[in-house]
């Protein structure tokens, strides 16, 4: 990561690019804070120079959707951080309303909004943009490197990590669309790590609570098949 990173703390493709690929660092600092939860060696300077980058890029002026929930992902990181980002989710959610009033809060972003709310710990302004947000698939890629199977984990994550509550509720279509995605090897490096942080969360959270997950496998001359569905009462 270090022989990527520029002056003001992103992240090029390939090398430290003065040019840097947004997607790329906020993805690099949700797993460097996930790896120092996790209690690893993360050198604080790489830590602290990417976060320098994701706050710039929280407090500009965007225009697009797209840039808006890449906005609302570096506030949720910032917040994930112990950050105070109030301020900022305000700002964002007017603009949200003053541009996408009807397209917004069926869109990942609002699950990163909600999420940076329940770390504020305003989990009653936060639950009600996760429970209305849907798990229909979109008609077209969002963004490079974030496909359908990748936001159906982004939200799974969220979802369970921050609002445990709704886990019992969880449509069993969506451990159905990410067994087959694991059955056909209909994945990419990128969905995948974003599905092991989602399907581990939901671990964690059926392991506390009164529900359990079914895993079951099964083989056969032409197929191997993996299925996970919420186990019966």
Do not use: C
Not at 66 to 83: H, T
Not at 86 to 115: G, H, M, V
């Amino acid at each position: 990561l270090r022989s990527r990173q520029n002056n003001a703390g992103g992240f090029g493709l390939w090398n430290a690019s003065p040019d840097t690929a947004t997607y790329a660092t906020l993805y690099a600092a949700q797993f460097l804070l996930e790896a120092k939860d996790r209690q690893h060696p993360i050198p604080e300077d790489l830590l602290n120079n990417t976060l320098k980058f994701v706050k710039s890029y929280a407090n500009r002026q965007h225009s697009s959707l797209a840039e808006l929930r890449q906005a609302a992902w570096a506030i949720y990181l910032l917040a994930r951080n112990g950050e105070v980002m109030s301020r900022e989710l305000i700002n964002l959610q007017a603009d949200l309303n003053k541009y996408f009033p009807k397209q917004w809060q069926q869109d990942l972003t609002a699950a990163y909004i909600a999420s940076s709310l329940a770390l504020h710990q305003q989990q009653d302004l936060g639950l009600p943009l996760m429970q209305n947000l849907g798990w229909q698939e979109k008609e077209r890629r969002q963004v490079v490197y974030q496909d359908n199977l990748t936001e159906l984990a982004i939200h799974l994550y969220l979802q369970t990590k921050h609002f445990p509550e709704l886990t019992p509720k969880l449509p069993e279509e969506v451990l159905y669309t990410a067994s087959r995605a694991i059955s056909t090897q209909n994945y990419h490096s990128h969905s995948a790590a974003w599905l092991i942080l989602g399907l581990e969360s939901y671990h964690q959270q059926a392991t506390q609570s009164s529900f359990a997950t079914e895993l079951s496998y099964t083989q056969s001359a032409s197929k191997d098949a993996i299925q996970l569905a919420p186990a019966a009462n």
